[in-house]
């Protein structure tokens, strides 16, 4: 048990609740940095109106993302919870079978079945499909220019790349690539803080879909399997279950579903956003393109700046203190990664974009759930801005992004370019 910061007195539940709401709106959506900084200013955990705390501070983030005294709200959590309507949806139990929802040891054996997913080899052999996939969206983007005058670089370039790189690793047909994208926009809402149960029945459809995409996907592969990845998957998890095909599928649908999904919104977000923040001020496009070695750290200073996933939960495995707070077990508490990322005792002036910083952020997680697909999302990213910084020098920003009302999975619907 580590006590990070003291906080002395408990902030004033109506102003809590005044910042949550506020983050939850347009205007919170578009600059969210003043309300990261209150909600700073009130301590590095502070109790959320419905109970448990959000964790705001990088070091108190840091400290329930790698350690073991911390657990993802896996099933038998879920199961102690006096709210049936939001805990014992399907689209909740379903996600609730993924990796980032599962403990050791079901997550360490799943772990370990995948080894080092993205490895140097494998991204190696990705990259030429990568930059094919960048060069095709760029041509697209190029010929909007040309004949509109302007184009949505959110829908024609951000969305796609993610779909079409993990698809075409995984060997999903680019027919299915938008029906993918439509029931993983909608299945992410029960994912959401304080879900609806508008939201809830949204995501349930959502997940009735998936579920029977990806069943099929694993029916018609096992049928005629190759030399592909979920082949490759499928003949592990025989192995692992020779006398039980059910559970053997069972597991290869929550892998295949997860890895896909899980591939999507984040890289997409952080493509926007990479050119949003960029473009917002023209010297640091002219200046990035004079010093494209400098590309990995913009990327860098992207994710730090306005990280895809602004909230992860976490529950305490015992009675514990953080803080300087005690924190009784089962207690849910939500990790804000874009407060950390701002945190001025870890990144100072943490307000300002800037790409030669150096600095440090908390977006990828860490620990035992540390973002699988990281250096798959680099490599996307690299790619994407070396291209187009070298083929629209003149790129410029027709409007401001716009985002998805959501608290949980940044979204940026919108993002219209022009030159």
């Known amino acids: 048990m580590t006590a990070v910061d003291?906080?002395?007195?408990?902030?004033?539940?109506?102003?809590?609740i005044s910042v949550v709401r506020r983050l939850r709106s347009p205007e919170g959506q578009s600059d969210p940095l003043p309300l990261w900084k209150e909600l700073r200013a009130m301590g590095d955990?502070?109790?959320?109106?419905?109970g448990g705390y959000f964790v705001t501070g990088f070091d108190a983030c840091n400290q329930v993302l790698r350690g073991r005294d911390w657990l993802a709200p896996d099933i038998a959590w879920q199961e102690r919870q006096p709210d049936p309507e939001r805990w014992h949806s399907p689209a909740?139990?379903?996600?609730?079978?993924?990796?980032?929802?599962?403990?050791?040891?079901?997550?360490?054996?799943?772990?370990?079945?995948?080894?080092n997913l993205f490895d140097r080899t494998t991204l190696d052999a990705m990259r030429p499909d990568v930059e094919g996939h960048v060069g095709r969206l760029c041509d697209v983007l190029d010929e909007r220019l040309r004949?509109?005058?302007?184009?949505?670089?959110?829908?024609?370039?951000?969305e796609r790349l993610p779909v079409e790189t993990v698809g075409h690793w995984l060997g999903i047909p680019a027919e299915h690539h938008d029906h993918i994208l439509d029931f993983t926009h909608r299945q992410v809402y029960a994912q959401e803080l304080l879900p609806t149960?508008?939201?809830?029945?949204?995501?349930?459809?959502?997940?009735?879909?998936?579920?029977s995409f990806f069943t099929d996907l694993i029916r018609r592969r096992r049928a005629r399997p190759g030399d592909d990845v979920v082949s490759e998957w499928i003949r592990h998890w025989d192995a692992r279950y020779p006398d039980d095909r059910a559970a053997a599928d069972r597991g290869l649908y929550h892998l295949v579903m997860f890895i896909t999904i899980a591939s999507l919104e984040t890289t997409a977000t952080l493509l926007s956003n990479m050119v949003w923040l960029l473009l917002r001020d023209r010297t640091r496009w002219d200046w990035l393109r004079r010093h494209p070695e400098h590309i990995d750290d913009a990327i860098d200073e992207t994710l730090?700046?306005?990280?895809p996933i602004h909230l992860n939960s976490r529950?305490?495995?015992?009675?514990?203190?953080?803080?300087?707070v005690p924190v009784a077990k089962d207690t849910m508490v939500h990790v804000l990664y874009g407060a950390a990322n701002h945190d001025p005792r870890r990144n100072e002036d943490p307000?300002?974009?800037?790409?030669?910083?150096?600095?440090?952020?908390?977006?990828?997680?860490?620990?035992?759930?540390y973002c699988l697909g990281a250096a798959l999302a680099r490599l996307e990213a690299r790619t994407l801005l070396s291209h187009l910084l070298k083929r629209f020098p003149d790129l410029a920003l027709a409007t401001g992004p716009v985002y998805a009302p959501r608290m949980v999975f940044r979204r940026v619907t919108s993002l219209k370019v022009t030159t």
């Not at 906080?7 to 809590?16: E, K, L, M, T």
């Not at 149960?197 to 949204?202: A, I, N």
């Open 147 to 158: 004949t509109t005058g302007e184009a949505d670089l959110a829908t024609v370039v951000s």
């Open 92 to 115: 909740t139990r379903e996600m609730s079978h993924a990796l980032s929802r599962l403990n050791a040891p079901e997550h360490t054996c799943q772990r370990r079945g995948l080894g």
């Open 304 to 307: 730090r700046y306005d990280p």
């Open 197 to 211: 149960g508008k939201d809830l029945r949204t995501s349930a459809a959502a997940t009735m879909e998936m579920r």
């Open 6 to 16: 003291d906080i002395s007195g408990r902030p004033d539940r109506r102003a809590v």
């Open 45 to 50: 955990i502070v109790p959320a109106p419905w």
């Open 315 to 324: 529950i305490a495995a015992a009675d514990t203190v953080l803080a300087g």
């Open 351 to 369: 307000h300002t974009f800037d790409v030669l910083r150096k600095g440090g952020h908390l977006t990828f997680g860490g620990g035992a759930h």
